[in-house]
């Protein structure tokens, strides 16, 4: 083996690797003649043929597995911190493995024509519902990483909630946090979480809940107990904020000017470059510089409603006056273009060309659609035991096997 590749990588020792991974690789059949395996953790802008490169590997090997459709397709997209898995012989590859998530894994086989065949298999997986269960002290983040909870779970927690709960702003020492979670276990291994299924977030004394329920036709979104959504027609704001530099207010000396003029937005503090999202559903209805504003996205919703979001340092690549947007989508950056004396995004709400506190209309924003009524009694059998594992909260809970996603 080529001293090169020893250094790019993690060797493992196979004298007899179909015995040492029995039932476990499509492999096995031909582990005598598999060779050695050695596992690349991809690195920072790594391609696969860079990867060959390093490894000193046939080019030739390469552009016959790039042949195979769904190798190409898989092999272009690898990402930072990936694993691939090689068998070589010589400079040779036999075989090569990529994970195409928890579930499925891509093998990549050279037959006794010396061509290459991909296959994708599913993994077997274990699933195991687990619960949390936390006091706030710090933050969510905080607290809820000492919980035992990882932040991918914490992230959809501030997503099921974000309509109801401002993470930034409205927490309290002593609010509390009860999540239920699926985990993944493959080869008696945890390999990482996946969906929120059932949580509950007790803010300065009002109880949030909310279950995941999955409809007939596939979908599935977050709903209370008694199948209200807990989407609204608009966010509760639409950039994560470090405080609230300036409120709604007709009679606010400007910073800039020294003159009275009125505010009417909300002015959030955060760090340039900071993600703002659209805070409902629309149209976008301008998009560019207009005066103090700087760089200013307009939106058109529903109902006569426009929003306004102003300071923007970029705009969303691609975003252009009369596109769809959805709820959540990116559309710009927080900046400090125009009449700004920092980074922070300016955010408006126009009701029929009356220009109100935008804080107060988002608060009374109107949930989404319910569970239909066709489907109440589904929802309620599935909605019952993940209510009862946020009752018990941390106690032990269901393991399930899984043989496919």
Do not use: C
């Amino acid at each position: 083996m080529h001293l090169s590749r020893q250094a790019d990588t993690t060797r493992i020792a196979l004298e007899a690797f179909g015995a040492t991974q029995a039932g476990n690789s499509a492999l096995q059949a031909t582990s005598a003649s598999l060779g050695d395996a050695i596992e690349i953790i991809v690195k920072r802008n790594d391609t696969v043929d860079q990867i060959f490169r390093r490894m000193e590997l046939s080019l030739a090997d390469l552009a016959n597995i790039r042949a195979v459709d769904v190798a190409r397709e898989a092999l272009d997209r690898i990402r930072p911190g990936e694993m691939l898995t090689f068998f070589i012989q010589g400079d040779q590859v036999v075989a090569l493995e990529r994970p195409l998530s928890m579930e499925q894994t891509l093998k990549i086989e050279r037959d006794a024509s010396d061509n290459f065949t991909a296959s994708v298999e599913e993994v077997p997986l274990v699933r195991h519902l687990v619960a949390a269960t936390g006091k706030i002290r710090s933050s969510l983040f905080v607290d809820g990483n000492a919980a035992g909870l990882h932040d991918a779970v914490i992230r959809q927690v501030e997503d099921i909630f974000r309509w109801d709960v401002d993470f930034m702003l409205d927490l309290r020492i002593n609010d509390s946090f009860t999540v239920v979670y699926e985990q993944m276990e493959k080869d008696g291994q945890i390999v990482g979480d996946r969906n929120v299924l059932a949580a509950e977030f007790i803010n300065q004394g009002t109880r949030f809940r909310a279950v995941r329920y999955e409809n007939a036709a596939g979908n599935a979104d977050y709903y209370t107990p008694d199948g209200v959504s807990l989407r609204k027609a608009f966010l509760k704001a639409p950039v994560q904020f470090s405080r609230i530099s300036s409120v709604f207010n007709p009679n606010r000396k400007h910073p800039v000017l020294n003159t009275i003029r009125a505010h009417k937005g909300v002015d959030y503090a955060a760090p340039s470059g900071t993600k703002i999202y659209a805070a409902g559903a629309g149209r976008v209805k301008f998009v560019g510089v207009k005066g103090g504003f700087g760089n200013l996205v307009e939106l058109s919703h529903a109902n006569a409603i426009v929003t306004r979001y102003g300071h923007m340092s970029r705009f969303a690549k691609g975003l252009k006056s009369g596109q769809r947007v959805e709820q959540g989508e990116l559309i710009g950056y927080v900046g400090m273009t125009g009449l700004a004396t920092g980074p922070h995004l300016h955010f408006e709400f126009i009701d029929n060309g009356v220009t109100i506190d935008p804080q107060k209309a988002l608060r009374r924003s109107k949930p989404g659609e319910p569970v239909p009524a066709a489907e109440r009694t589904r929802f309620e059998l599935a909605a019952a035991p993940l209510l009862a594992r946020l009752d018990a909260g941390s106690a032990p809970a269901a393991v399930i096997a899984l043989a496919a996603p």
